[in-house]
């Protein structure tokens, strides 16, 4: 009996104990929160930006406001079969000890991630066009967690945050979902008639650095090589910048026929792209092939014309099964024209190699021929890297993507057609002059003869 009622005394107690606090149903849902956040594994969005752009990104990862710090504590997605369903953006707010309490706390909601399919904690809060807003207290000492969830892969940007305390309302720039950033686009191109404009016939130079400053500072934001077909992107968040190109393309060998720099504002941005002309200084490259300058291993015309002819026998270096999958690659190697060989390719090639005229055309169409033979069998220009003497590819492609343009627009072929490719006539007017036409022959002359005896 005594026990008993001990232990009644000792329940009794307990309820009495348990009425007196006041902990409410909001703090627990925000102690739940809290727990889940101190679980939480958030993407490192380092890793998956450019650095450049996490460099940006980064100088808003945090803010003090109102004596309040508001950090972005990561982005989360959420995947059904691989598919991405969702993404989740956290944020904390902790008080600095400086101040009274915070009275409320808003996220901006931008118009590119969509509406949010949820947030936390949704207790005390309230959704409208500009973001959400939470009218829940925080201690100078104390903190809160927050999240909102979107439909969709939505991608980092920065947004508006703000904290309520007093009445007075003060707000910073965040990271967030994807408000606040764009693209600046461009390319790299061998512009062939040197008119400064990007025909359709005019291909791009890989590997080549762009570099991007801010406009006001003058530093450099990032730096991003040309992609295989000679474009560039940034991303980058909305301001001032100037975009700057290389002056000394392939050894000094081209020449700029476009300013090398160009001032891009995202705010006058209207989706045009960036591009930086370059055109050939063929006297320079042929004296430097010529005297040795550019080293080479390319051969003349006449040692292709002997491959294709004794291809598959003693007097021949290659199989007809190799020497038919060249030329299957020059087919398709930038435009449709100038070279299609049909059915009988060799044959075809053949009578290009050794034309029953000696037309200014023809001349030239023979040692593009030539020159495309020797790029395919890596051949062409050699430069030594890192002590190691290598193809210089891209000297090699730049010189095929300069003469072909001259070729389509020499015979009228030049337009764009599908999978970016050019193959049907063009009415332009970027007509090749035929003194330039005589020059690029020169200048493919020259580097056929790197290898062996001139023809």
Not at 54 to 69: K, P, S, V
Not at 244 to 264: G, I, K, W
Request: charged share 25%; net charge negative; with cysteine.
């Amino acid at each position: 009996m005594k026990k008993n009622s001990i232990l009644f005394f000792l329940f009794s107690l307990s309820l009495m104990i348990l009425s007196g606090c006041e902990f409410s149903s909001n703090e627990v849902v925000i102690e739940k929160i809290d727990a889940n956040f101190r679980m939480l594994d958030t993407e490192d969005f380092r890793a998956e930006l450019p650095e450049y752009f996490a460099n940006q990104l980064g100088e808003f990862e945090n803010a003090r406001i109102n004596n309040f710090d508001v950090a972005f504590i990561g982005r989360n997605t959420e995947k059904n079969n691989g598919e991405i369903v969702n993404t989740t953006f956290y944020y904390k707010v902790s008080g600095t000890g400086k101040s009274g309490e915070l009275e409320k706390f808003f996220l901006q909601v931008p118009s590119c991630a969509g509406s949010p399919d949820s947030w936390e904690p949704k207790q005390s809060s309230k959704l409208d066009m500009k973001g959400i807003t939470w009218t829940i207290p925080i201690g100078q000492d104390g903190s809160r967690d927050f999240s909102i969830t979107f439909p969709g892969d939505v991608p980092l940007g920065v947004i508006e945050a703000g904290v309520t305390r007093a009445g007075k309302r003060e707000k910073c720039t965040l990271m967030g979902p994807c408000a606040g950033v764009t693209d600046i686009c461009g390319s790299i191109f061998i512009d062939a008639n040197a008119d400064g404009i990007k025909q359709n016939s005019e291909s791009g130079i890989p590997d080549i650095d762009i570099v991007l400053r801010d406009k006001k500072t003058g530093g450099i934001v990032g730096v991003v090589p040309t992609t295989e077909d000679g474009t560039f992107e940034f991303q980058v968040l909305k301001g001032e910048y100037s975009v700057e190109a290389v002056n000394d393309l392939l050894n000094f060998n081209y020449n700029p026929s476009t300013p090398t720099s160009a001032h891009f504002c995202t705010d006058d941005n209207d989706g045009t792209c960036i591009n930086f002309g370059y055109t050939m200084d063929e006297e320079k490259m042929v004296s430097e092939l010529e005297d040795g300058t550019i080293e080479g291993t390319a051969e003349c015309t006449d040692y292709w014309v002997d491959q294709l002819k004794y291809c598959g026998s003693d007097k021949g270096d290659y199989t007809e099964i190799q020497i038919l999958d060249f030329l299957k690659q020059i087919e398709n190697l930038l435009l449709f024209e100038p070279f299609q060989f049909g059915n009988k390719k060799i044959k075809k090639a053949l009578e290009i190699l050794k034309p029953v005229g000696n037309t200014e055309i023809e001349l030239f169409l023979k040692e593009l021929l030539t020159a495309e033979l020797n790029v395919v069998s890596q051949r062409g220009a050699i430069t030594i890297i890192e002590g190691e003497t290598v193809l210089f590819d891209n000297f090699n492609k730049a010189l095929l993507i300069y003469c072909e343009a001259i070729g389509c627009e020499e015979l009228g072929t030049c337009s764009v057609g599908v999978s970016g490719r050019l193959i049907s006539n063009q009415s332009g007017n970027s007509r090749i002059l035929t003194s330039h036409l005589v020059r690029a022959t020169r200048t493919l002359s020259a580097f056929n003869g790197t290898g062996g005896i001139r023809n």
